[in-house]
């Protein structure tokens, strides 16, 4: 769960990021709905949509093309990918946010969505078992490991004195 977890991070992080990218205005090329059906043999398990496009900008005399929506690439629902599609059809003027160190990476939506934040909430239980196991083993083989003094009763240390902690049973 955690390789998932920093799986989701990353893309997040990128989007974030972008948020200071420069901006300038382009125009859509071409923009369609991909459909990516999970299938087990010959059965079709689900289908999941998402956005492909590709647009146009300009940066200095420079012209560009780029095809990233966002930096992530989790697949959708249908509805969510042509509500999108439907908004950026060919000939659209857009707003393309570019890195400013390099123009070619760009993207037509940054930011943090909805969906991520649901995706990081669904897999936090996942990962706060996983690290709690990790912390529960990591604790006993230290103490297997390293033997502690005085065969583990804690003690207190003064100037001229040493206390030894002892449980009542």
């Known amino acids: 769960t955690l390789f998932f977890f ?23 090329i071409t923009s369609a709905v991909t459909e990516h059906r999970n299938t087990h043999g010959q059965e079709v398990l689900g289908t999941t949509y998402g956005v492909k496009v590709s647009y146009s900008y300009s940066v200095g005399d420079q012209d560009y093309t780029g095809d990233r929506y966002q930096y992530d690439t989790w697949s959708s629902s249908g509805p969510w990918a042509s509500r999108v599609v439907n908004a950026l059809p060919p000939g659209t003027k857009v707003r393309v946010h570019y890195d400013p160190a390099n123009p070619r990476n760009s ?3 940054p930011g943090i969505a909805g969906s991520h934040l649901l995706q990081l909430l669904f897999l936090t239980p996942f990962n706060a078992l996983v690290i709690g196991l990790w912390l529960a083993v990591g604790s006993a083989l230290r103490l297997k490991w390293f033997n502690p003094p005085a065969g583990g009763v804690k003690l207190k240390t003064g100037l001229r004195q040493t206390r030894a902690r002892l449980t009542s049973f």
Request: net charge positive; aromatic share 16%.
């Open 107 to 109: 993207l037509l939506k």
């Open 6 to 28: 920093f799986f989701l991070i990353v893309p997040a992080v990128r989007q974030t990021f972008a948020l200071q990218f420069s901006s300038t205005e382009g125009a859509i």
